[in-house]
């Protein structure tokens, strides 16, 4: 079975045996190995008629049974679907507990130390967000990250190592922000663990769709993080993408806090671009809930959004009183000639949601009117008017 055509399913967790791979080596404790293939060549009788059944020469067993060398992660699993299940699930166990290195490929491929099984974590599940945004698993297996925040690509490289444990990577900066590139073996373990996870084969895994709100919360926050951005003058957090089943599948889990996103919006790009799809979350409650239950590991992300909720206060002598709100709203435009909806709300320290009808209604009776400025409205006062009780 090819790496490649691994089905997780559900699982939430990744064993060593679900790597079977000819091109997976894998090294153990010289103890461990000299044990399982002294009592291999027992089963079979003689080390050649072993070495047949492995279609390997007796000099490849010899070395292998030394211990000093990787083995393919293939043979050893031949070997223990030969043994009795209590006895294949104890030699399972020990070379578990005794991995010493694991590399894609032999010779001088990059070998590592990992402790498996690997479990859903919520580290793993930032690895997932941002695989699913500025990252991702590319052709040859190979992962990367990129971003111009330097906070992000450390906070990446801290999780890859609780995940993995010291693992090397390289890192170049580039024009469009900072790359880093991890070895082939770790982009096998995660597309055996989440799927494909490059160009349009990028997705919310099924792993975090189906678990609980904190891995949930995890995975948005580093795709928020990479692809998301606070709106301080349509006052909004927004996220766009080419991927329109990653931004319905966002959208339904933000749903799961709480948090009601805005309808998604197809926006046509020129030339061959791909169609990008968003939706935005606005209002201030939903604003507060996302920060508490999901927010930002960008520094300037955050900022923004703290800034635009505690622009937000409410005044309960407003509420009931629509006359009284528009009347404010037609003294800001005569204060200011012009104005935004958001910057309207700040100046009421109200929700921009909530003079949606206000607007409408002044727009209707011909007290103001309005005109776009790209995706803005801009309103004006149509005539020096008020309004009376």
């Not at 996870?197 to 891995?215: A, C, H």
Request: charged share 25%; aromatic share 12%; with cysteine.
């Amino acid at each position: 079975m090819k790496i490649g055509e691994i089905q997780m399913d559900n699982k939430s967790e990744l064993n060593l045996w679900d790597l079977e791979n000819q091109w997976i080596y894998i090294k153990v404790n010289e103890g461990v190995i000299r044990e399982l293939f002294s009592n291999t060549i027992k089963l079979f009788g003689t080390q050649y008629k072993l070495a047949q059944f492995l279609m390997k020469s007796n000099g490849a067993i010899s070395r292998y049974k030394q211990g000093s060398f990787f083995i393919p992660l293939d043979i050893v699993i031949k070997i223990l679907n030969y043994f009795p299940e209590i006895q294949k699930e104890r030699f399972k166990n020990e070379i578990n507990t005794n991995l010493e290195k694991i590399r894609h490929g032999y010779g001088s491929s990059i070998a590592i130390k990992i402790k498996f099984p690997i479990k859903l974590s919520s580290q793993l599940a930032k690895i997932a967000g941002h695989l699913a945004g500025d990252g991702g698993i590319n052709i040859v297996n190979r992962v990367f990250y990129s971003n111009k925040s330097r906070t992000l690509i450390e906070l990446f490289k801290k999780d890859t190592e609780i995940v993995f444990g010291k693992t090397p990577y390289n890192e170049y900066d580039r024009e469009h922000g900072i790359i880093v590139y991890y070895p082939t073996i770790i982009g096998l373990i995660l597309k055996a663990f989440f799927g494909e996870m490059r160009n349009e084969q990028k997705k919310v895994p099924f792993q975090i769709l189906s678990s609980d709100g904190t891995y949930q919360s995890f995975f948005l926050r580093a795709l928020f993080d990479d692809e998301g951005n606070v709106s301080s003058e349509k006052c909004t957090v927004q996220i766009n993408m080419t991927n329109k089943l990653i931004i319905k599948n966002m959208k339904k889990m933000l749903s799961n806090f709480g948090i009601i996103a805005g309808k998604i919006t197809t926006v046509k790009r020129a030339g061959n671009r791909k169609d990008m799809y968003l939706f935005r979350i606005s209002g201030r409650e939903h604003l507060k809930l996302f920060l508490e239950k999901i927010g930002f590991d960008h520094p300037d992300k955050k900022i923004k959004l703290k800034k635009l909720i505690e622009s937000y206060k409410y005044r309960k002598n407003y509420y009931g009183k629509a006359w009284l709100t528009k009347q404010f709203i037609i003294n800001i435009l005569k204060k200011n000639e012009e104005a935004t909806k958001c910057q309207i709300a700040k100046e009421l320290n109200r929700n921009p949601t909530a003079l949606k009808y206000h607007l409408l209604k002044l727009e209707s009776d011909k007290i103001i009117s309005s005109r776009k400025e790209g995706l803005i409205k801009v309103y004006s006062l149509v005539n020096n008017t008020g309004v009376q009780k």
